[in-house]
Each structure stands twice: as C-alpha cells, then as structure tokens.
C-alpha cells in the first residue's frame, strides 16, 4: 500500500519542491527528511548515518502523527508494524527515480522502544545508465 | 493561440496525454471548373496538392473538403475516391477546401517516440555529464519546449516563437499532472490519461493555457485522442 502512494507521490513531491538532482546518498536522505517530510507530515526526523560505508541511513522521528491517537497496538497484534506505511512510501518514491532501497523500521515507540526510527539501506549504486537524467 | 499543442510522454517513449489547441490558419476554399489546374497526388491516404500553388493554396495542402463536406482520408464522405471524383467533368463546378493537413492519432505517437529517441540521443552527445537533454527547439514558425521530471516523464509544450513563460507553464502542467492523474486511483501509472471534457481539472488545464486572457476562444476539441485509441 505503502509503495503505490510512493511511486505517486514523488512526482507530486518533485513538482511542488524545486529539488534539483542529488549527487549523493547523504543528500538524498537529507531532502528526504527536511523537505518531503516536513511537506507531508509536518515534522522533520533527524538523520544520521550507521554505515561507514555511507549506505545506510536512520531517520528518527520524535513524534509520529500517524500514532498521534493511538496508544498501544491491540492485544494479539503486538508484531504489527504499524507504519510500514511510510516504509513502503520511502521505497516506492526512491525507485521512481531508478534508486533501489530497503526501507525499515529499526526502532518503533509503540513496540515499546523510545523512539521511532526508520533505517534506509540504498542497494546499489543507481546504474550507469546509457543517459544519467536523475538520481 | 499562443500555445498550439501539449504532449505528454512516459518514462518508455509513449505519448500518454496530447492536447491541440490551434486552428489551422492556412486553409483556402474556392470554386473549380473542369478542369482542375492543379496537380493532385494521393500519398500517405491522403490528397496532396503536388504542383499549382496559387491563390493561398499551396503544395503540400491536403483536400479537406469537398463542397463543404469533409472529406475522409482519400474518400468523400458518401464513399467515392476524391480523385476519381474530381477526374469527372459532370461533378463541376465543385467547391473545394486546401490546408494543412492534420496529424492523424497514430502519427503523433510515432512522432512522439521519436522526439523520446532524439532526446536520449540529445543527452548522450552533450560534452557535460548529466546534461538535461532537449530543451528547447526553435523554427521560425514554433518552438518546442520540453521538460522532463527527475522521474523520466516528458511535457512538450509547442508555442508561439515570440511567447515567454513556457518554463513556468511546464511546472505548472506538472502539477496538475500530479494532481489529476496521479491522485485519481483508477489511473495507472504509465498509460494513457483519459480526460472527461467536462471535469474541473480539464477546465483548469485548459485555462492555464491560455496565458492571455483575451486569446482567441478555444473550443474544448477532442484532445483526448491518445486515450481514445487504448481503453484502459
């Protein structure tokens, strides 16, 4: 579900914000963060980098407003995660413009850690494609 | 009109959205007697003036009428071949309308995979890496200008040589496009748009075309050809 609003909302992201071209994975995790979240959400998670190798990124969301109004996960549910959503969303919008990604949740506050965090493993390297329009 | 006609383009080369908004200025309708002085030629279905130009009608005019009524392709409307018809002394004196002959659905495909083709070719003979392909096109008597999205979808605007603001009419059609069609959640991504003539995000396109407000008045024409030939 997660993935169909991704690879929609990116062009509606793109062709509100003026964002150029990114030239680096840093950059991309930032804008993320700082213009696309702040757009649809109306927070801005902080970013940080795990890898030294520069691949993978954490977003950590002090205040989620998609639990704003939920306390805990139903009994017999306790394994849901229950903003994938916003996972789905990340990939989908990475891959529209040829970047592969795995999107996570390495932390979640309603499972009981103290903050939500959201980790993004790009795959590879965006290929060298025979015309490089994007990143 | 300032802006003659829009083309929409997928990631894969595909027209997916077209829209034209000129009438044809160059059309002249006049009255013949036997015999015709000037050369027709069938070619590509349709009826080509090949020599004779005079009086507004040049070569390259396409019969598009034949006593007011439209001809279709190489036939009259009741069916009988257009030269066959003008080859016959008893069907004189006929009136006869030339111009420019229209793009036909098919063609503007074709020609729009092309124009896919030449931009990626655009972009890989730029000296620079990274380079944003074909922006624009100037001719004498258009220009195209071109903008494609981070994703890979192209807008093509043609207009007027002399009309400023295109780039921002560009940023704009993105928009509506993210707004109107990826919002609408029978629509996929990558095919053909269907438009309904009626609905208030046509209306707003349209009306973001017209940068004059006093431009010559638009009749809402079946724009909609590319989504007529695929039914999603």
Redesign the interface.
């Known amino acids: 579900m997660g993935y169909g609003i991704g690879t929609r909302l990116v062009e509606d992201f793109l062709a509100r914000s003026c964002v150029g071209r990114c030239h680096s994975y840093s950059e991309i995790t930032d804008i993320i963060a700082q213009v696309a979240f702040k757009m649809y959400l109306g927070i801005t998670p902080s970013v940080t980098c795990n890898n030294s190798s520069r691949n993978e990124f954490s977003l950590i969301l002090d205040k989620n407003p998609l639990v704003e109004f939920v306390e805990e996960l139903p009994a017999g549910r306790s394994s849901l995660c229950y903003c994938n959503l916003l996972c789905g969303i990340i990939r989908g919008a990475l891959e529209m413009v040829h970047l592969a990604a795995d999107v996570t949740f390495l932390q979640d506050r309603l499972k009981g850690d103290s903050v939500t965090e959201i980790g993004i493993t790009f795959l590879k390297k965006p290929e060298e494609k025979k015309y490089r329009r994007k990143k | 009109m300032a802006i003659f006609s829009v083309y929409v383009v997928n990631k894969a080369g595909g027209l997916i959205y077209q829209l034209d908004s000129y009438a044809p200025r160059a059309e002249a309708e006049k009255t013949f007697s036997y015999p015709l002085d000037l050369l027709l030629k069938l070619h590509d279905e349709r009826v080509l003036v090949a020599f004779g130009q005079r009086d507004g009608i040049r070569v390259g005019h396409a019969v598009l009428a034949i006593n007011g009524v439209d001809v279709n392709g190489k036939y009259t409307a009741d069916g009988k071949e257009v030269l066959e018809y003008l080859g016959n002394p008893a069907n004189y004196p006929v009136s006869i309308r030339f111009g420019r002959p229209r793009l036909t659905s098919n063609e503007k495909l074709m020609l729009a995979s092309m124009f896919h083709s030449l931009f ?1 070719i655009g ?2 003979l730029s000296p620079e ?5 074909i922006e624009m096109l100037e001719t004498d008597t258009f220009k195209l200008h071109c903008f ?6 192209k807008f093509v605007v043609l207009a007027d040589p002399r009309q400023a603001g295109i780039d921002s009419l560009l ?1 704009k059609i ?2 509506i ?3 109107f069609a ?2 609408n959640p029978f629509y996929s ?1 990558e095919m053909p748009i269907r438009v309904s003539t009626g609905s208030p995000l046509y209306l707003k396109w349209r009306k973001s075309l017209r940068p004059h407000p006093l431009s010559s008045f638009v009749p809402p024409g079946p724009g909609l050809g590319v989504s007529c030939l695929t039914r999603i």
């Open positions: 990626a972009s890989q890496q990274g380079s944003s392909g494609q999205t981070l994703t890979g979808i940023r993105y928009e496009y993210s707004d990826l919002k991504l």
